[in-house]
């Protein structure tokens, strides 16, 4: 008879035992589920946790679960979680409790950052490769630098970076001449391709083995020549920008670092300064 | 004898059953499990899957797990496929087959976009509302109409639909004037900003309950004066750019649809397209 009560006595504290949760600044409550649990304990632990969150007036619930604790998604879907996102090591699940008010969750990321490098040295020569991999593969296309940028890293410094990984040659960012918006590109998520114009600072060619062909300073018109190019709008679009932008009557955005609004560190904007601080009246300046 | 003979015969047809999977353009395979399965005969498929995919060469494998799916994650898990993403009604895991190269799957979604609109009437007022939630709330501050694009949403799009929302103006996108990257904005994803410059198509405001408290139409300079607005060096840049906008001497980059490389639809590039078309020589014309 002891046994048997102690027995009970346990599963009644453990179906109690409240998840440990940090508070958000909207509200809502963190679950970061780091150590393993097993799964009916936390079955009964996330069912309590749940009505007391809800008499609290939590709003939105997020769980996170690194992979290796995938005995514990089952328990969350069947308490009405959804995934949110999930990276290469974990998922993020999670629920809104309010039931008069709309999901105010923020949404998932939609976007990925594409570079694409304009290079050009004094002899109008443009810097352009030819990529082992990919739908161009082998037809002889000579094409700008471009890679996509990797979580966290700015537009000017990925296209910097993609270029001296690719060709070898170091730049300078100068300006963001245009940016196309493509959607559905991967799954169902968008590419954000921006155009970069880049002052070379070495010369020097050396092709990156794994991924490009060949590479080469070729003379401007030659590159605008190829039917490849003169056969897509966003390609004689390039051209047409480059060709002003050499000609110095194109104004792209130059890159402003600032103090960001409500955090430490540095964002940028990118924006035409000059033409912005050129005041007729001197108000701005 | 005989029952037993079937059943261990059965057992092995399962176990020898492959996965149905259609092949990417990449050298790869995507598995789809939209019905349900047993998770031990997934077990043994799955790994009787990845041998022969091994020995055919193929690159990256993807699965789709519909979220109802969850008994399918562990045998994945100890095969050695990881997280790619995850959207509210599946998960995407993936594994890189081939041991000699780097993986070469695309990388998760890392960017959102958010949208800010300037939108200026005949007389110089400018369009600004006061939030219900976030980090102004009860504040009494000022602002531009802001909001996040939907997944595929283009970014013109969003800033028309955002102003229309909040505030029941009608506008018509014109440029895009700067624009700004924040990371980590949430999670460990970045943002990316853009403020847009709308002309107005209608006048009569009528403010949307849930999230706004309060629209006007209010004098850039009362804009500008705001202390909130002076603080901030992404406003004080904001107003700079606007107010050489209103002056007629800032040019930013109008919205320009073109056909898609290798796609079917409508891509569309922001760029200065008045300057780039006023060639010099008319070679570009």
Request: aromatic residues 10%; hydrophobic residues 40%; charged residues 25%.
């Given at each position: 008879q002891l046994w048997s009560f102690r027995r009970l006595y346990q599963v009644q504290t453990r179906q109690l035992r409240?998840?440990?949760a940090t508070e958000d600044e909207h509200g809502g409550l963190f679950v970061d589920m780091q150590d393993p649990m097993d799964s009916?304990?936390?079955?009964?632990?996330?069912?309590?946790?749940?009505?007391?969150?809800?008499?609290?007036?939590?709003?939105?619930?997020?769980?996170?679960?690194?992979?290796?604790?995938?005995?514990?998604?089952?328990?969350?879907?069947?308490?009405?979680?959804?995934?949110?996102?999930?990276?290469?090591?974990?998922?993020?699940?999670?629920?809104?409790?309010?039931?008069?008010?709309p999901c105010a969750l923020p949404a998932n990321a939609s976007h990925r950052v594409t570079v694409g490098a304009f290079v050009i040295n004094d002899k109008k020569?443009?810097?352009?490769?030819?990529?082992?991999?990919?739908?161009?593969?082998?037809?002889?296309?000579?094409?700008?630098?471009?890679?996509?940028?990797?979580?966290?890293?700015?537009?000017?410094?990925?296209?910097?970076?993609e270029v001296k990984e690719e060709t070898g040659i170091e730049t300078k960012f100068e300006q963001v001449l245009t940016f196309r918006e493509h959607h559905k590109a991967f799954f169902q998520k968008s590419d954000l391709f921006f155009v970069c114009f880049l002052k070379p600072l070495s010369y020097n060619i050396k092709v990156q083995e794994s991924e490009i062909e060949a590479a080469q300073w070729m003379p401007f018109q030659e590159y605008t020549a190829q039917s490849f190019?003169?056969?897509?709008?966003?390609?004689?679009?390039?051209?047409?920008?480059?060709?002003?932008?050499?000609?110095?009557?194109?104004?792209?955005?130059?890159?402003?670092?600032?103090?960001?609004?409500?955090?430490?560190?540095?964002?940028?904007?990118?924006?035409?300064?000059?033409?912005?601080?050129?005041?007729?009246?001197?108000?701005?300046?």
């Open positions: 409240l998840l440990s009916h304990l936390f079955a009964s632990s996330l069912r309590a946790s749940l009505s007391h969150w809800t008499r609290l007036g939590k709003r939105g619930i997020w769980i996170k679960l690194p992979i290796r604790h995938y005995n514990l998604i089952e328990a969350a879907v069947k308490e009405g979680f959804w995934y949110h996102h999930a990276e290469p090591k974990y998922v993020m699940l999670a629920k809104w409790l309010p039931q008069d008010e020569e443009v810097l352009v490769v030819q990529e082992k991999n990919g739908m161009l593969k082998g037809k002889g296309v000579w094409k700008f630098p471009t890679g996509t940028a990797n979580q966290g890293e700015d537009i000017c410094a990925a296209a910097v970076r190019v003169q056969r897509y709008e966003l390609l004689r679009n390039m051209v047409k920008i480059c060709k002003a932008k050499m000609d110095g009557r194109y104004s792209g955005f130059p890159a402003v670092p600032i103090k960001p609004s409500f955090k430490e560190g540095r964002d940028i904007i990118y924006f035409n300064n000059n033409q912005a601080s050129n005041s007729n009246d001197g108000s701005t300046q």
